[in-house]
């Protein structure tokens, strides 16, 4: 935990940094997290895989939270370059100190100890506040989401239902995770954001979504619906054609496949993607990399 005392516009304020393991002030966070997005983090802690790539930065004023700002590092490859990328999430101001310059604060001082650390980075924004971040350096871009349409029929394949509750399957899980070989044209695997998907927060719907396909080497989060299968996310130990992976996940007829992530060495269609009311935006020299390619933040990356 960093602690440090900041001046915004006249008035002081501490800035808390990776605080999490304080329960008095993680309480808080997840308190004023809760309130505003509906959700909080305790159980991601209790879970265990918050890890050092999830830092919380907090303005607190007379010990309430004020303004807070999260960021989540992922490693990753874009055209055989390793990079080190940075999201901000989880933004958010407590109605009084609103306009006191406190999310700029957060946005500047988050920038400018990252700028020569991380090799860009991205956020999702909803359509209140997209002239905010421009003032940034960051730009909207559009995301394009993969599908394959075709009737796939089962081939028979014996698959396993993964219960994490189970520790044998959460150790196979997470074996799957941190050895898996980059299934995605923008591989954002982060370990610790895929079990806050899949296992600390069901309610998101993806606990009950894991599949082994042991003969296959790969694990897939995925879900039927209807005639369509959502592969929201592939774990593979050894490459192999997708659609074997489609048709071993196919215990209906299925005829439309989409896909939470860009699949590696796949010619498919693509078509715009847009979560509700979110807004992708990228640091200027990510830019040119969306707008040469049809690219999506994979599901299981988003903050």
């Known amino acids: ?6 001046i915004v516009n006249g008035t002081e304020y501490s800035l808390y940094k990776n605080y999490q393991d304080h329960e008095k002030l993680r309480l808080k966070f997840n308190t004023m997290t809760r309130n505003f997005w509906g959700f909080d983090f305790e159980n991601y802690y209790q879970s265990t895989f918050w890890d050092d790539t999830c830092c919380i930065y907090t303005l607190f004023s007379d010990g309430e939270i004020v303004a807070h700002t999260t960021l989540t590092l992922f490693k990753t490859q874009l055209h055989s370059k390793e990079m080190l990328l940075a999201q901000l999430g989880t933004v958010m101001t407590a109605e009084k100190h609103q306009r006191k310059g406190l999310a700029r604060f957060l946005m500047e001082y988050i920038q400018g ?6 090799d860009g980075m991205f956020l999702f924004a909803n359509d209140t ?5 421009p003032k940034f350096g ?3 871009v559009e995301e394009f989401q993969a599908s394959l349409n075709g009737v796939f029929a089962n081939t028979g394949q014996i698959i396993q239902q993964l219960n994490l509750d189970r520790s044998s ?7 799957y995770v941190e050895q898996s070989i980059p299934t995605a044209a923008l591989n954002t695997n982060n370990k610790g954001l895929a079990f806050f998907y899949t296992y600390a927060y069901p309610e998101f719907g993806y606990k009950q979504a894991i599949y082994f396909l042991e003969q296959l080497k ?12 959502n592969i929201v996310q592939l774990y593979q130990l050894e490459s192999c054609p997708i659609e074997n992976v489609i048709s071993a996940l196919a ?4 005829t439309n496949v989409r896909f939470g992530f860009t ?19 990228v640091s200027e020299n990510l830019a040119a990399v969306f707008k040469q390619q049809q690219l999506m933040i994979p599901l299981l990356s988003h903050t």
């Open 169 to 175: 399957d959460l150790e196979l899980f997470e074996n």
């Open 251 to 254: 215990h209906t007829p299925v």
């Open 113 to 118: 100890e990252w700028a020569d650390k991380v």
């Open 1 to 6: 935990m960093e602690t440090h005392i900041v």
């Open 218 to 229: 790969t694990i897939a989060v995925a879900e039927m619906e209807e005639n369509t299968l």
């Open 129 to 133: 506040v997209t002239e905010f971040y």
């Open 138 to 140: 960051f730009v909207p």
């Open 263 to 281: 699949p590696l060495g796949l010619n498919t269609p693509f078509e715009r993607y847009k979560d509700e009311d979110l807004t992708l935006f």
